[in-house]
C-alpha cells in the first residue's frame, strides 16, 4: 500500500509540474517571465550547488552534483545562441521554453542516474507486480501529461501523436521477428564488453539476478516485459522520440538504463534503442511495445 500510495503521488506531483508548465507559458507575456524565473532558479541552484560540493561530505556530494548540473544547463539553454546550436541537432524549437525545458529535465535525469551509478549508491531489488504496474502508470502518465492530453489535444489527438495505431497481422509478426535481431545484438555486445571487461557477463547476471529475484516463471516474466514496454515505450518512443528525435532519445533511453553497466548499455541498448525507435517510426508505438515486452519476456524467462 505505500508503494501505491507513493507510486501515485510521484505521478501526481510530476504531472502536476508539467501542466503547470503547460499553464505558464499560454501566451507571450508569460513566458518573458518564464525566462527570468529560469535564469533566477539556474543562478540559485548552482550557487548551491556549489556550496554543497565544498562542503565535501559524502552524502552531499551527490545532491551538490544534481544542482549544479541542472542549474548550469538550465543556465546554459537561456542563452539563445545555445539553444540556436542544439535546435540544430535536435528537432526542437529554440523560441519555444516547453522544449528546452524539457531538455533540461532529461539530461538532469541521465546524470543524476550515471552519478548514482558511479557512487555505487544505487540498490536494486526484485521487482514486484504492484511496482512495476505503478512504474508503468506513472511512465504513461508522464507521457499524456508531456503531450498535453485535455490542455493542447483531446484523447484522440493524444493517441495519433504517442504513435498508438493498431497492427495488422503482418506488422504484428514484423514486430515479433524484431526480437531475433534484439537478442543477436545482445549476445555480440555482451561477447564484446566482455573480451574488453572481463567479468561483465557475471556482473549483468547478478544484476538481472537482483531485479527478478530469481524468478524465472512465464508468468512473471510477462509482467516485467508487458509492463516495462508499455511505459517505456510510450514515453520515451511515443512522446519523447518526436520532439527529440530518434539518436538522442535512444541514448537518453539506454543511458537511464545504466545499472546493466555503462560500456554493456552503450555497446547494445543504444543499437536496441534505435531499432525500437525505427519501428516507432515506421510502425508505430505499439510495435516498439511489442518487440519490447517479447524481449524483456524472454530475458527474465531465460533467468539471464
Not at 65 to 78: D, E, N, P, R
Not at 82 to 108: C, E, I, M, S
Request: net charge neutral; aromatic share 6%; no cysteine.
Amino acid at each position: 500500500m505505500s508503494a501505491l500510495i507513493g507510486g501515485l503521488f510521484l505521478a501526481a506531483s510530476i504531472i502536476g509540474v508539467i501542466y503547470a508548465i503547460d499553464a505558464v507559458l499560454v501566451n507571450e507575456r508569460s513566458r518573458a517571465g518564464v525566462r527570468v524565473a529560469g535564469a533566477s532558479v539556474a543562478l540559485i541552484l548552482v550557487v548551491f550547488g556549489t556550496l554543497l560540493l565544498a562542503t565535501d561530505r559524502d552524502n552531499a556530494t551527490i545532491a551538490g552534483f544534481a544542482l549544479l548540473s541542472a542549474g548550469s544547463t538550465l543556465g546554459l539553454l537561456m542563452l539563445p545562441p545555445v539553444r540556436a546550436v542544439v535546435a540544430r541537432l535536435l528537432p526542437l524549437n529554440a523560441a519555444a521554453p516547453r522544449d528546452w525545458v524539457g531538455l533540461v529535465a532529461l539530461l538532469w535525469l541521465v546524470i543524476v542516474r550515471l552519478a548514482l551509478f558511479y557512487r555505487g549508491e544505487e540498490e536494486i531489488s526484485q521487482v514486484q507486480v504492484a511496482e512495476a504496474m505503478i512504474q508503468a502508470l506513472v511512465l504513461v502518465g508522464v507521457a499524456l501529461a508531456l503531450i498535453g492530453i485535455g490542455t493542447r489535444r483531446d484523447v484522440a489527438q493524444a493517441v495519433r501523436r504517442l504513435g498508438l495505431r493498431s497492427l495488422s497481422y503482418g506488422q504484428s509478426a514484423f514486430a515479433a521477428v524484431v526480437v531475433i535481431p534484439f537478442a543477436v545484438v545482445g549476445a555480440l555486445s555482451v561477447m564484446a564488453v566482455e573480451y574488453m571487461q572481463p567479468g561483465t557477463v557475471e556482473r549483468l547476471e547478478e544484476t538481472v539476478t537482483s531485479i527478478t529475484g530469481g524468478e524465472t516463471s512465464l508468468q512473471y516474466g510477462l509482467m516485467l516485459g508487458i509492463t516495462a514496454a508499455v511505459g517505456e515505450e510510450t514515453l520515451f518512443r511515443g512522446a519523447l522520440q518526436p520532439k527529440y528525435g530518434l539518436v538522442f532519445t535512444s541514448l537518453v533511453f539506454a543511458l537511464l538504463h545504466v545499472q546493466y553497466d555503462l560500456l554493456l548499455i552503450v555497446a547494445s541498448l543504444f543499437p536496441v534503442g534505435l531499432i525500437l525507435g525505427l519501428e516507432r517510426k515506421y510502425l508505430g508505438t505499439v510495435a516498439a511495445i511489442v518487440t519490447h515486452a517479447l524481449y524483456n519476456t524472454l530475458v527474465v524467462v531465460a533467468g539471464s
